[in-house]
């Protein structure tokens, strides 16, 4: 990547423009963490860059162009040209955007000190202005200049200080904290999107060893009860015999105990038991919380509609929240596996293992009843798809021109009735899917 970003800033320069590596990219050069992508800042306006690119035979892409940004493809290499900017007037969501005249000007507009270094490309001297290297030697996250002011010009920054903090494992400074705590008093949801906050949020789950450190910072500021009140209203939750901890920190347990290969996974752990809050009850000897994995669907639906999930991850989380409650037992017949792992879907089934041991790590009571409960649900479903794999309707030996032929009737519901009718009696007994016992059965039913 860096080869490729090199032959970028070195057309920039031979053109007389200056040029420099910018952000997240020399916070991670400085910290000899590997990068992700590199973002480039120069002295060219964005037209200069749309038009020398183009000459060089590079696709540029105008991204953010009323910003002052392009995207230059170089193989298989996107990267951000961005002219030196300094914000003018901002309102806590959008900034009205004038060029600098200088790499100095552009650093001092940035949010936290350890994103505000520059590094020269041809002599990898590092522009430090605001004691970025200092605080990444404190493992500290502090803004440039005045918190306060930082945070008003745009709201989101209290959270990406969050979120900072947790993939970096860094603090919060003491002034940047208590900002945090006065501003988040404002009325300044309504100025941040939320599009904005689940993408801080999904970086988070996807780059943290322990993303409860973000959630537990925006928990004691104020801020998770504005953005996130169900998540909230779980703290100091008591729950019974079963758990250590409270429904919050189980879930904060839980969520850690995922690792960040599965972000997915990870929303499931924060949603599963929101459901617990409503469906506690006590009955004279400890709480229940029966039926909770239902109550916790419909809470994370409403949640994730709110933060505009996609349709694929709505149905992917509702569908683990909604079976995470699942106990193999010995006696468990294998028509029970089966209705099981039909209803789930049996691409769910290790993802489930996954969120399950997760879930048992947060009880705070060890995991090794979980471990044979996952041992034995395995050799037990292995052996049931060796045998037959009857899961869905489309398994079955006859189909719905099977069922038209036989009933004399046209395409319509009572087709997928009489398909329902079969497939409970295969699930029962997988010994009757074949063409000729469904067949002689439609007959009869």
């Known amino acids: ?7 970028i800033v070195s057309i920039l320069r031979k053109k007389g423009f200056a040029v420099y590596y910018v952000g997240g990219c020399v916070r991670d050069m400085v910290m000899n963490k590997p990068i992700s992508d ?42 951000e040209v961005t002219t030196f900017r300094k914000d ?29 270094m520059a590094l020269c490309p041809f002599t990898d001297k590092v522009i430090d202005l605001f004691g970025g290297r200092k605080d990444i030697n404190k493992k500290i996250i502090a803004t440039v200049g005045d918190p306060n002011e930082r945070f008003r010009e745009d709201y989101l920054r209290m959270i990406r200080a969050f979120r900072f903090a947790s993939i970096l494992d860094f603090t919060l400074n003491t002034e940047v904290f208590f900002s945090i705590i006065r501003l988040n008093k404002e009325d300044w949801l309504d100025k941040v999107s939320v599009e904005r906050i689940k993408l801080e949020l999904d970086k988070c789950f996807s780059k ?17 009860e504005k953005i996130l009140p169900e998540i909230y209203n779980c703290v100091g939750v008591e729950q019974n ?20 290969e599965h972000p997915n996974i990870r929303w499931v752990a924060l949603f599963h038991d929101l459901g617990k809050v409503p469906a506690r009850r ?67 089934v290790d993802d489930l293992y996954i969120l399950k041991y997760a879930d048992r790590v947060g009880k705070g009571r060890g995991v090794g009843e979980l471990d ?34 036989i009933k004399n009737i046209f395409p319509s519901r009572e087709v997928g009735k009489y398909l329902k009718q079969l497939y409970e009696l295969v699930l029962e007994r997988p010994v009757l899917n074949t063409k000729e016992r469904l067949e002689a059965l439609l007959e009869k039913l």
């Open 1 to 7: 990547m860096r080869e490729k970003a090199n032959s």
């Open 38 to 79: 590199i973002d480039i800042a120069t002295s060219a306006q964005p037209y200069d860059c749309i038009d020398i690119f183009i000459k060089e035979g590079f696709r540029v892409i105008p991204t953010g162009i009323d910003h002052g940004t392009v995207t230059v493809v170089c193989g298989d290499y996107n990267f």
């Open 88 to 116: 003018v007037v901002c309102d806590g969501r959008n900034a009205t955007i004038k060029f600098a005249d200088s790499i100095e000007e552009d650093l001092s507009r940035r949010d936290f000190t350890i994103n505000a």
């Open 208 to 224: 943290s060893d322990t993303p409860s450190k973000m959630i537990n910072g925006m928990m004691y500021t104020g801020v998770l």
């Open 241 to 260: 015999k079963h758990h250590r901890y409270d429904v919050y920190l189980h879930t904060m347990k839980a969520l850690d105990a995922i690792l960040k």
């Open 282 to 348: 006590y009955d004279g000897k400890d709480y229940t919380f029966h039926n909770h994995e239902f109550y916790s669907e419909e809470i994370s639906l409403d949640i994730m509609r709110r933060f505009k999930f996609s349709n694929k991850d709505i149905g992917y989380i509702t569908n683990l929240i909604r079976h995470h409650m699942f106990k193999c037992s010995y006696e468990m017949k294998n028509s029970a596996i089966r209705r099981f792992v039909a209803s789930l879907g049996l691409e769910y």
């Open 372 to 405: 044979l409960d996952n041992t034995q649900f395995k050799i037990r479903l292995k052996k049931i798809l060796d045998e037959d794999k009857i899961l869905k309707i489309k398994d079955l030996a006859v189909d719905g021109r099977d069922v038209m032929r």
